[in-house]
């Protein structure tokens, strides 16, 4: 067994089209999700409002304006030795409503440009169709992916970047973090993965189960599709991963925590096993849910299996039996609990380097697929010191850590993985909070979370850090 990483593997950085580029009513783009969001803060959910309401301050809007600066950013990834870059492609500057016959040539022709330019430093595009920014037309006018006919719109948008980058982009992922629906009581997750609006008296944990069972065909769809347009691609599947632990060794606290992993990532199974776990079908029948899932739908997702394991990993959770021990029935909302032997982030984000060879073990003995770390980090408050630098020493120590326990999933269990992708390699707005003093970047954007400051952008400490860590194949830590 090798004991390095391989040396293709794929260094880089992960951003998201709407929480960086800005510009977001230029160019024929239309109004998307995240255009009606406002800014929270770490205790405030932001407020989804209907539609862009004057007055109000949407950090989206202008973002980092990377639509407008993309080149100098991909210069400075590039100056990291950044192998790879993970952006999305927003979905309304292609198809502004969703629901057009034909693509937006300027949103198109946005994305040959940027991946031209990453191109030439030889840094692979590593590609999201839907990160949390489908057209705000889908959900007001077909109640986001409640409706079966956004599986038709969600394709022609696939059909049409998979054509256009066929020569450009080789990794493709289709629904960023599609599990944090399993959330359904957030207002917040149910909008960003599947743009349903809560309605009074519906059961939303129904709603939230026909939603992803449409979103899944789609992604099986695309993958299949996919492979018809280049041979080559590598499609996978994307997922929030957060490892649950069991609060003891209480074999009712062991079960609830294994019945909560299944809860929260059945997803993978079906997009990477491509069937429905055997309890989900028993549980949607034990809820009379009675769902839109036809004999053809199955079909479809056997046929459209994912590649590889895209993933995100920023923290684990733990969770404890309730007093009904017969049902485990985990709800996301009101069954985790602190875990007392890790540390949480001023957001709440419990930081647990081991959890991540844990869940990379956990998934590789489940899915026997390759891996691909596309976004991990730590949100924390930067501070320009008088020397006009960032010593940003807490980010490098989290990092650090857990890139030593994914070297240690390569190398010593056995993993194979593709890549790793730090969040936010460049100061960028928080999809979670719409803030911008959450930070995850090497590279410091100046702007505040009022949308104030110069925009321009200085390199911290752990901007060299990571040149190295690179330069070295993660020999260097
Ligand atoms: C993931 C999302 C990203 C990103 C990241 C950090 O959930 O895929 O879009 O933003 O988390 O979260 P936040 O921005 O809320 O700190």
């Keep these: 067994m090798s004991h390095t990483l391989p040396k293709n593997f794929l260094w ?12 977001w009513d ?39 304006d990377f639509y407008d600066r993309y080149k100098d950013d991909v210069k400075l990834f590039a100056e990291m030795g950044f192998k790879c870059f993970r952006t999305s492609i927003a979905w309304t500057r292609i198809f502004p409503n969703g629901d057009e016959e034909e693509p937006n040539e300027a949103g198109l022709q946005f994305y040959d440009d940027l991946f031209d330019e990453c191109l030439k430093y030889g840094i692979e595009p590593v590609v999201t169709l839907s990160h949390f920014e489908m057209p705000f037309h889908l959900v007001k006018e077909y109640g986001g992916w409640r409706n079966r006919k956004l599986i038709d719109f969600f394709m022609r948008f696939a059909e049409v970047c998979f054509h256009r980058y066929r020569n450009k982009v080789k990794y493709w992922m289709t629904f960023n973090e599609i599990n944090n629906q399993t959330n359904y009581e957030n207002a917040f997750s149910l909008m960003t993965n599947s743009g349903i609006m809560p309605r009074p008296g519906e059961d939303a944990q129904k709603a939230m189960y026909q939603a992803a069972h449409y979103e899944l065909v789609a992604s099986a769809k695309a993958v299949e599709l996919g492979h018809t347009i280049n041979k080559d691609f590598q499609i996978g599947n994307m997922i929030a991963m957060c490892p649950i632990y069991p609060l003891t060794p209480q074999p009712e606290d062991m079960m609830a925590a294994e019945r909560a992993m299944e809860t929260r990532y059945w997803f993978a199974d079906v997009q990477c096993n491509g069937q429905y776990p055997n309890w989900l079908e028993a549980f949607q029948d034990a809820h009379h849910y009675d769902l839109d899932i036809t004999d053809e739908d199955l079909e479809q997702l056997k046929r459209g299996t994912v590649d590889y394991i895209g993933f995100s990993y920023y ?7 309730g007093q009904d021990t017969t049902e485990y029935e985990f709800n996301e909302n009101t069954d985790l609990v602190k875990n007392p032997y890790v540390q949480a982030s001023e957001w709440g984000w419990q930081v647990d ?9 956990w998934m590789n003995d489940r899915y026997h697929l390759p891996q691909f770390i596309v976004e991990n980090g730590l949100g924390a408050r930067d501070e320009v010191t008088a020397d006009g630098r960032i010593h940003d020493a807490y980010r490098v120590d989290y990092l650090r850590k857990h890139i030593e326990q994914m070297k240690a999933a390569v190398e010593i269990d056995g993993v194979q993985l593709l890549g790793y992708t730090p969040w936010g390699c460049i100061d960028l707005v928080s999809a979670g909070t719409g803030q911008m003093e959450k930070r995850y970047g090497f590279i410091y954007v100046d702007e505040n979370d009022q949308g104030e400051g110069t925009l321009q952008r200085s390199k911290k400490d752990s901007f060299y850090w990571f040149k190295q860590v690179i330069a070295t194949n993660g020999e260097d830590l």
């Design 12 to 23: 880089g950085g992960a951003v998201a089209a709407h929480q960086l580029e800005g510009a």
């Design 26 to 64: 230029v160019a024929g783009k239309g109004v998307s999700i995240a255009d009606i969001m406002t800014v929270g803060s770490a205790t405030q959910p932001r407020q989804i409002t209907d539609g862009v309401l004057p007055g109000k301050y949407y950090p989206n809007h202008k973002a980092i």
């Design 315 to 321: 923290m684990s959770f733990a969770t404890k039996a």
């Design 353 to 361: 380097p081991v959890g991540l060879r844990y869940a990379m073990n």
